[in-house]
């Protein structure tokens, strides 16, 4: 009786292990660039999971850790103190010198996939005719090239200063075990 819970917990923990490694694992960017007070903020945050729902795991500015709806969390915890100690990151560069760098870099980057780039917000700059020559610009390309994964939504502004506010976001996409096999086969292949 007592192996059958012990079996049945460790396919359980070997099958949430299987879950975390083979589940994609979205990096999303965004940064808020405002003009008129010469103020630029970002961030940065890993999302483990769907497009909308998962794990989110915020790294900068601020350090959290998030379940749920990435926009409104069931359970959110705010981290505290240092996450990487030098020590680890000293013996990790040491470790680093010593593979090649090319051949692993050009398999990983080819694993990475572009989901989405949005930017919304006011753009005015301090002549108008400047603003109205960007914005034409911006609405021919999005005319002529019409990009699912680019997403612009800017309105101008036509006053005689300069009156920017601008947010954007970059979301990129990779799973782990592709990745992990991929740079496994070609770090394989260059050493032979």
């Not at 700059?125 to 002529?144: D, E, K, R, V």
């Amino acid at each position: 009786m007592m192996l059958n819970v012990i079996l049945y917990c460790i396919v359980t923990l070997l099958g949430i292990l299987f879950i975390i490694i083979t589940c994609p694992i979205r990096v999303r960017l965004n940064g808020n660039l405002n003009m008129q007070e010469s103020f630029i903020d970002g961030g940065l945050q890993l999302i483990l999971g769907y497009k909308n729902r998962g794990i989110g795991i915020s790294i900068f500015p601020d350090r959290s850790i998030a379940f749920g709806k990435y926009e409104q969390p069931l359970f959110f915890k705010r981290i505290e103190g240092e996450l990487i100690k030098s020590i680890y990151l000293k013996n990790s560069a040491t470790l680093l010198k010593k593979i090649p760098s090319t051949i692993p870099v050009k398999s990983i980057l080819r694993t990475i996939h572009w989901e989405e780039t949005s930017i919304k917000g006011r753009l005015g700059l301090s002549n108008p005719m400047q603003t109205g020559i960007i914005m034409g610009y911006i609405h021919a390309f999005n005319g002529i090239a019409r990009p699912r994964k680019l997403h612009f939504s800017l309105e101008p502004a036509f006053l005689p200063e300069v009156n920017t506010n601008i947010k954007g976001e970059i979301q990129i996409r990779f799973s782990p075990i592709i990745t992990a096999i991929q740079t496994g086969i070609s770090y394989v292949k260059f050493r032979k």
